[in-house]
């Protein structure tokens, strides 16, 4: 059984085509978009895009592991610590793999931003299948969405990491179209290996 349990999808694909065609003076659509739009704007990241959040939780999260999470500038919330809240621990002696709840509500964008550090190989392990088993849960109900979740080295097409862990390299001699110029070719080449390895 996954670690994430998605709470809550907020906003819609009505509102952001609508919010697209309102700056190109367009009526609304009156209906939801194509997977084809969906795709083209989620790669082009264009800002309606942050019309849509995704509530989520992570239940009995390690403390250290939820605080990389923290880490990033969405609305997040964590279990009080707070020894007059609280009985399972003294919060001055608290140990670092003390397990607590965590909530996220990220938009879209958010999302983009985070899970590209948080997929990466260099992160921690344990730091990383938290981010891997949000993407899986979040294709359950929004494919499109979890399909541009990708780590920074396919986000770039290359490894911004000083002393890089050489994974895009390795995958990128069994997977030509993960180092292509279309980015579309390049996440699909990605979500293959992922949906693959998970």
Avoid at 43 to 51: A, L, N, T, V
């Amino acid at each position: 059984m996954g670690k994430t349990e998605i709470l809550k999808i907020k906003g819609d694909w009505q509102e952001v085509v609508d919010d697209c065609r309102a700056t190109v003076k367009k009526s609304p659509l009156g209906k939801e978009p194509s997977k084809a739009f969906k795709k083209t704007i989620l790669i082009s990241e264009h800002s309606p895009i942050r019309d849509i959040s995704v509530k989520f939780s992570w239940k009995n999260i390690k403390y250290w592991v939820a605080m990389h999470w923290k880490t990033h500038h969405w609305e997040s919330r964590v279990d009080s610590q707070r020894n007059d809240r609280q009985n399972r621990y003294d919060r001055e002696k608290a140990p670092q793999d003390a397990l607590i709840d965590f909530y996220g509500d990220p938009n879209i964008q958010h999302t983009i931003d985070t899970w590209r550090k948080r997929l990466c190989r260099m992160t921690s392990p344990e730091t990383r299948e938290y981010a891997e088993d949000f993407k899986r849960a979040l294709h359950e109900v929004e494919p499109e969405w979890a399909d541009v979740l990708v780590p920074n080295c396919v986000y770039r097409c290359g490894c911004p990491e000083p002393n890089g862990c050489k994974w895009f390299d390795h995958m990128a001699s069994k997977y030509l179209n993960l180092t292509s110029t279309d980015i579309q070719q390049r996440y699909d080449a990605y979500n293959e290996v992922f949906y693959e390895q998970n």
